[in-house]
């Protein structure tokens, strides 16, 4: 069974980069069937993709984020990554991973990780 | 980019009873539309792919329905445990979009 796992600071300060990194356990991210991604969630609010990678290192961002995000794949150690430079409050949301089928056809995130909460503050 | 507009934000509805969601795309999504489940302190829970085919697991009452820009998630008779955060979400153009929500509320 695939499970996700993020991990990371809890705290980040302003301006500063924040960085997570998910670990894949129970399947392969070097699979030519999945795309891994980044989902973001404030506190109370709704869910925003972030960006995929595959396991080539082919990236998708959110444009909206597109200047400040960087994700990375490391296969030797079934991982992936996310970094967002030049944080603010507005970046403060619980970070969670996920993986995407892409074969046989384009399917939606699933499973998910249980997610990390990230706070921006001084 | 897609923006994906759901209805009612909250939806109160007695146990036993129906409840129907509905999620509206700016452009068509084809059937790449999925619903998923959210509970307080947890992750998004997959019920919906493929705008009406259930994930590994979801019982026989949640269906989906729609294609285009329209579609409906029904849950039938409601259980104590449904009483979530629904969210919808297109994956037929990047950026995969979200709805905003519709909270499941007890009557």
């Known amino acids: 069974q695939l499970q996700l796992q993020e991990s990371g600071p809890g705290l980040v300060k302003p301006s500063e980069t924040l960085s997570l990194t998910c670990t894949v356990s129970?399947?392969?991210?070097?699979?030519?069937?999945?795309?891994w991604g980044w989902i973001r969630q404030p506190p109370g609010k709704g869910l925003e993709w972030i960006g995929s990678i595959y396991y080539s290192g082919s990236t998708y961002y959110n444009p909206s984020l597109k200047s400040r995000v960087t994700i990375s794949v490391d296969t030797s150690k079934n991982q992936f990554s996310l970094k967002l430079s030049s944080v603010t409050a507005a970046d403060t949301a619980v970070y969670y991973c996920a993986r995407r089928s892409v074969v046989p056809a384009a399917m939606p995130f699933d499973p998910w990780g249980q997610g990390t909460l990230v706070t921006v503050s001084s | 980019e897609i923006v994906m507009t759901q209805s009612p934000a909250t939806l109160s509805v007695s146990p036993g009873e129906r409840a129907t969601l509905s999620c509206r795309a700016s452009q068509s999504v084809s059937s790449n539309l999925a619903w998923y489940q959210q509970k307080p302190g947890q992750a998004p829970r997959l019920l919906i792919y493929g705008a009406s085919t259930r994930a590994t697991g979801i019982p026989a009452r949640f269906s989906g329905s729609g294609s285009g820009t329209e579609f409906t998630l029904t849950i039938s008779s409601l259980q104590s445990e449904d009483f979530a955060v629904y969210y919808c979400?297109?994956?037929?153009?990047?950026?995969?979009?979200f709805g905003q929500g519709t909270k499941l509320e007890i009557k």
């Open positions: 979400q297109q994956y037929n153009n990047w950026p995969g979009t």
């Open positions: 129970g399947g392969s991210i070097s699979s030519s069937s999945y795309y």
